[in-house]
């Protein structure tokens, strides 16, 4: 399995939309771990104990995978910001359910429509200051970044989670993960490093230059 | 695959060398720069740490995977169609807040009935609580929403009213008032007081209260709970997170009277797992006997505030939670007075009065528990007994088990061996030898005893504890005349490692047994007689620790999976 930092989203998107399965296989691949990480870090604990996160993470996969040729977007930043409103949406829709309350259909079919980014010619100015080629470099690393936090052991992937990503104090984390806080605290640098290490080998095993994905 | 690259990209060799503590704080802090948004302290700590920017980088990519798209792009006003109605469906629920609010949305007024929600100020096992703005009345209240799971059915729901309007109706100068009960768009919330200040949670963060302090504000908790035993009301998670204190400093009690709905109910939903926390929590709770809950259970929530306010700590903390309650069961809180040396021993004597295991032995009441209190303010001898010499050795034996057990077993060795001098005469040097061996186990039972008071050392006490018995029984057997028997020490050790419920533990105790006995096996070549007996007993030994620890592994596995299916406490 390539690791995804060597897939080139913008031309998966283009030759998926262009009907290739393969390469629709791939983009769906290459971003599996940064859409349950992400629903991860948008799910609070007490739901996760309700909800089963890949269950949110299937949902939101297969509503991209219907809706991929609404979507007009062409760089690996617009396509992960579509995924990540999928998300944000279904996970609004798994909390509603919990509450018992009749979910609004029309709201979602919304959502699908509107992550049409022609439409929207804001959204290309993503990340506000920054060069194009910063924004790209970062939005390249937010899925290797999601495979290394994928790789991590389970309580290093929590603590991360819930510091990193859910931002809340070690004190909190401590009680959500019912134990001390010098424990977590020693977890948290731990699993830190580990991602480093993670990331860092995965720096090394790259190529210099991007190799193109496999020709079909 | 990666070989030929890593020479291209050579991993500098870290200057200056950290240990553990300095490299967290040093991460810590670029973490809280980093989610501040303080971009120049960030760029200043890794000019400072040029060893560390690697760590530092990897923190800034969790940093930025965290923001989504849409919601960065709002806020920046540089997207005026909306792209997503995420916001009015965020709303509606409470489970959206929940992400919001440590989430995108955060900062963002929202309306909630003729509630405008201004931030999270907390959560628990129940649900989240914000500070909102009543806006017919315009005043600033707690509003707290439940947690829909935790009610699921309607018999639930109409439980949930009549218990929060029965605590709604009380008022009194030490209970956080409840303003009114509701439901918008299936989300249950009740409003309560503001309270502008602190818990005392976050008073006691630093460290001891002064004692007439401490006992000033337990007086006001225990009238307060005391209030609400004569309504017919037990706390049931009295801690010090649920006292709060206003700007003026009066503890005002809170969260009273909800708990009943939704421990009962756990009980029928949820068997084996509770509500409350498990540091704070009385035996009869921990151990799931409801029915024996009753005013004297929050008599123990009392003594359990009082001691983390003298000590600055709960009675019982372990580093998971079915550790800390086995603790609580089991186990006596290490003395206030050896955390705290200046405090006073009526304060110690109350504290443990109400910390008593069997409530009988508990005050009979809240009010009690004041008097007792008030009397120790005005300097007037207090009504509980110091313990009885048994009963103070009983709770020293269950507080100090690994010592006690340790010591029982040197009496009663060094009564054998005396008996043995006396009756056979030997050498005297080889008596004294024996003694010597015991003498020195025993102070370093007491030295361990005394690492394993303190947190931060109580790993390294038991791990001295699980290398130095086989190296101390090896001892014994390289002197004694016959080694069959005493060679039975070795599976004790094995198995009672395992108490402490942590398999490494086993683990390095089942490795020293077996190094100890091959040690024994150099040292005294002419005490085996046949060559494969050895290898039958280390293979046991090994069998026996292989035993143990499988076994505390499950013990482990069957207590996560109930910590998993708890909503967090």
Redesign the interface.
Known sequence: MPFSSNINVGDLLQKARAGDESARDRLFQACRNYVAIAARAEMASWLKAKVDASDLVQQTLLEAHRGLNDFRGTTEAEWLGWLRRILVHNAADFVRRFHGVEKRRAGREVSIATGDDSDHPGLQLAAGDQSPSQVLLQKERQLQVADAVAKLSEDYQEVVILRNLQQLAFEEVAQRMGRSRPAVQMLWMRAIQKLQEILNQEDCGRPDDDHEPDPD | ??GP??TT?P?PIDPVPID?GQ??DL??SY?AAL?AGDREYCARWQADHPHLV??A???D??????V???CS?KR?G?????????E???I?????L??AA???LAGLARNFGKYELLEEIGRGGMGVVFKARQSDLNRIVALKMI???QLAADAEVKRFYREARAAGSLRHPHIVGIHEVGEI???HYFAMDFIAGTSMAGLTRFGPLESERAAQLLIGVARAVQFLHDHGIVHRDLKPSNILLDAAGTPLVTDFGLAKVFDDQDERTQSGTMLGTPGYMPPEQAAGRISEISPRSDVYGLGAILYEALTGRPPF?????HRTILQVLESEPTLPVKLNPRLPAELERICLKCLEKDPSRRYGSATEVADELDRFLRHEPIEARPAGIWARMLRWLRRETGLASRLAIMFVAILVTQAEHYFSHRDLSYHWDIKLAFASWALLAVIFQWFLRR??TAEFARLGWAMTDPLFLLYVLKQADEIETILVGYPVIIAASGLWFRERLVLVSTASCIASYGALLAIRREAISLVHYPVIFMTALAVIGGVVAFQVQRVRTLSRYF???????
């Open positions: 695959m990666a690259m890593m990209n991993i553990d490299l967290f991460l810590d973490v989610q690697e760590l980088q990897c923190l990519l969790l940093g930025n995977f965290r989504p798209e849409n792009e920046a540089e997207a005026d169609v909306p792209l997503v109605d995420c009015a469906t965020v509606k629920s409470c489970g959206c929940d992400a440590t989430g995108p947690l829909s799971n768009d299936g989300q903390r372990e580093d998971t939670p947190e931060k910590e998993q299916t708890k909503p967090d406490v």
